[in-house]
């Protein structure tokens, strides 16, 4: 079902929209910029620490932020909080290229540094491009060093180099997974010599970092130091009508979702808008989705509206629905055969409903209770959002994986939800404006359902 979002909107309106999306992307090329930046729209917005407030009462908004990486806001509505939460969950982790803990090697007249990919790249994708150097050092004594270098145009930038046609006769024969290797994924950082007789290349960049940021190379040990690409968001098209950009999965539902409840004033339930950390490698560690943070987080909203017990929490559990907000495959005209066109997005189609993610059979998904589905698109109904439904990709083509069956474990009714990107997980993801923006209004409804 081909459908056209473009008719039903006002289009400055959804450009003006999208140019503070395009702001949002250039400044969080990484999780924890993403932290900041959303922290200091929550701020601006009238949202306060949770830890600072002692009762809460309906209208209050408070956010909290674990370790950085993650960030949780909330609106509290007017109905108890026992009678659940309007959860929308997105993720703020993008696939990029880490540095490896000892990094720091010279080969060829070059100081270079080992890198460990994140999440599902092709690898092929990551060569021959000015990538930006972003993230923290933590020096023994718990003191941090920022790290953003490549961002500021007068910046030097690094880059991952690939093979010259010339002499790849043997790598463009070989398979694409074998072509491209991780350990070939070494980054340039250098070539001056210093004036030592060994590591000269090493050694001046190790001096170089000493004077200017001041930390030592035991320092990479406790550090996380992203490549991501260097080019900033950009409107796409003749017509201006997408943006091409670093970082779109899932930076575009997490906008999304922000800028909807960065707007609410009294909503009738307890609105929370949760962006998470490590989804793009299965949702694990204490900032993913799997951790305990999110229960731990509504159990002191539960404790400051009225009162704590295991019992309130499970509560609030049992009646609260989300909304899964992760993009999805939009249907590319250049791949159209991996897509099955009845039950596809496409671009412009609006927002697009997943009932099932998964691979093989709908497996490792948590495949939304029909009941849910149709409560979700009769909101979207009241509302005039623009919707499309959608499976990721043919059966058995492939397939993929949200937050949406960790919030589901929780016992909550949970669908997914998202924006159709092209070239997703690739250093410059596509994504229509008016998808955007349909998200946007999509989430905002959902909060005040
Ligand atoms: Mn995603
Ligand atoms: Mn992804």
Not at 18 to 42: F, H, P, Q, W
Not at 129 to 150: E, K, M, T, Y
Not at 399 to 404: E, M, Y
Request: charged residues 20%; negative net charge.
């Amino acid at each position: 079902m081909e459908k056209c979002a473009w008719t039903a909107v006002d289009r400055a309106t959804v450009f003006d929209f999208c140019d503070g999306y395009i702001s949002y992307l250039n400044a969080g090329k990484t999780e924890r910029l993403c932290v900041t930046i959303t922290e200091e729209m929550a701020k601006n917005a009238g949202f306060v620490p949770l830890d600072t407030v002692d009762n809460l009462t309906a209208g209050m908004k408070v956010y909290q932020v674990n370790r950085a990486k993650n960030i949780v806001l909330a609106v509290i509505g007017k109905e108890p909080i026992t009678a659940g939460v309007n959860l929308v969950a997105a993720h703020i982790d993008s696939p990029r290229v880490d540095l490896k803990p000892n990094p720091l090697y010279e080969d060829s007249g070059m100081a270079m540094v080992k890198t460990h990919y994140y999440g599902g790249i092709k690898k092929y994708q990551w060569t021959a491009i000015p990538l930006s150097l972003i993230g923290v050092v933590v020096r023994a004594d718990g003191s941090v060093v920022d790290i953003n270098i490549g961002e500021e145009a007068t910046d030097p930038v690094f880059t991952i180099t690939d093979l010259l046609p010339h002499l790849a006769v043997e790598q463009m024969s070989k398979k694409m997974t074998e072509a491209f290797t991780g350990e070939d994924l070494n980054a340039l950082i250098g070539s001056l010599p210093s004036d030592d007789d060994k590591d000269k290349y090493k050694d001046n960049i190790l001096t170089l970092i000493r004077e200017k940021y001041g930390f030592e190379e035991e320092d990479f040990i406790s550090a996380e130091l992203e490549l991501v690409p260097t080019f900033p968001a950009r409107s796409l098209g003749l017509d201006s009508s997408m943006i091409g950009a670093y970082g779109q999965d899932d930076r575009v539902c997490a906008y999304t979702a922000l800028a909807g409840i960065l707007e609410l004033t009294n909503p009738t339930r307890t609105a929370v808008c949760f962006l998470a950390d490590k989804e793009e490698i299965g949702s694990v560690g204490n900032t993913g989705m799997k951790s305990r943070f999110f229960e731990n987080f509504l159990a002191h909203l539960a404790s400051k509206c009225g009162g704590y017990t295991d019992l309130t929490l499970r509560e609030i559990l049992t009646n609260s629905m989300c909304l899964s907000a992760d993009v999805t495959a939009g249907m590319d005209p250049n791949y159209k055969s991996v897509c099955e066109p009845l039950n596809s997005a496409y671009m412009g189609g609006g927002l697009a409903i997943c009932k099932y993610t998964g691979a093989r059979g709908k497996s490792s998904t948590s495949d939304a209770n029909a009941e849910f589905v149709a409560k979700v698109r009769g909101i979207f109904n009241q509302n005039n959002i623009t919707w499309q439904i959608c499976e990721l990709g043919k059966v058995d083509q492939g397939g993929g994986g949200t937050v949406a069956q960790y919030i589901a474990n929780l016992d909550v009714d949970t669908l997914d939800v998202g924006v159709p990107l092209l070239s997703m997980h690739a250093p410059f993801e596509v994504a229509s404006k008016v998808d955007v923006y349909m998200a946007y209004l999509g989430y905002k409804a959902f909060y005040l359902a």
